[in-house]
């Protein structure tokens, strides 16, 4: 791992933990206002197709099978897509609620619309249990179940978001020290399995018992080849089990290429300790927001490029 001249690790994580926080904020907060406009205009669709919850029917789940994430979350309390479903006769309710929603079949619809005609939370609908004006009410109601589902589908979205973000950047940087992208879907068994001066994304790697995935697998030249993982961490107490899977991929990875080059880019919330268990385990460090220096690690074991 590349230090500047006085530079510490942990003064190279605290730097890294300071972006990621920056980027953490600002993106979650978008992520969840339109999460949140958007389930507010779910809620006030059922709403006004079912006289403001009073009867459901199945026909309106039919029509817009989305609505099926606002029923969840108003049952006492918000229950899973598994769980959602599995009282409703289906596996999962995950396929109502994509953007191109399957519709469900007439039987299922209506055992939907029965089963939040039962279970409804009391708090949430007041109105459909106690005399309140429902005025007073129906915001409180909107604004409530739609912020929890906002809550959750923002970091959903930022997880997945914050993954993609690593990894195209990782991707960029080979890409920049002239490696070459290919794509490929068979398990990778042996290093001539990838021409000299490519690299292939999410792939299987060939081990003693399971094949491991690699989040990116790199022939830098003729006898080296590198196999690396990208990690981006929210939480610091996350870290240790990251890493430890970083180093659980690292013995496999090696049991069958014993020569093999393992890295990890990481970025966010990562103790100095657990980096120098990675260095101990002979695992290079490249830092999200300098990989400059994975560029420079490329460039200096690229020997004998074959044309592979």
Known sequence: MRLGEGETIEDVAIESQELEEDIFLNQIREF?????????????FVAEHTNNFRKFDAQIIREEPNVVKILRYLVKPPISQMKFG?????????NYED???????????????KFMEENMDERKVPWLFQDVDIDDWIDVSRDWTCD?????????????????VQEDKVAEAMNEAGLKHVSRSSTISDIDDLPSGT??????VACPGDDQKADFVARLAKDEILFLEAKAIGVKIDSYKRIKEIRNKESDWRADFPNARVGAAVAGWIPESQIETLLGDDIEVFWEHRLDSLQEYIHSHQKNLDSK
Not at 99 to 113: G, H, L
């Open 32 to 44: 969840y206002e339109e999460e949140l406009e958007k389930n507010k205009e779910l809620y006030d």
């Open 86 to 94: 599995q009282f409703n006769g289906v596996g999962s309710t995950t």
């Open 99 to 113: 953007d191109d929603p399957s519709t469900p079949t007439k039987a299922t619809a209506k055992e939907m619309a």
């Open 148 to 164: 929890i589902i906002a809550q959750s589908e923002a970091n959903t979205r930022y997880r997945n978001w914050r993954k993609d």
């Open 199 to 204: 690299f292939v994304s999410e792939t299987k």
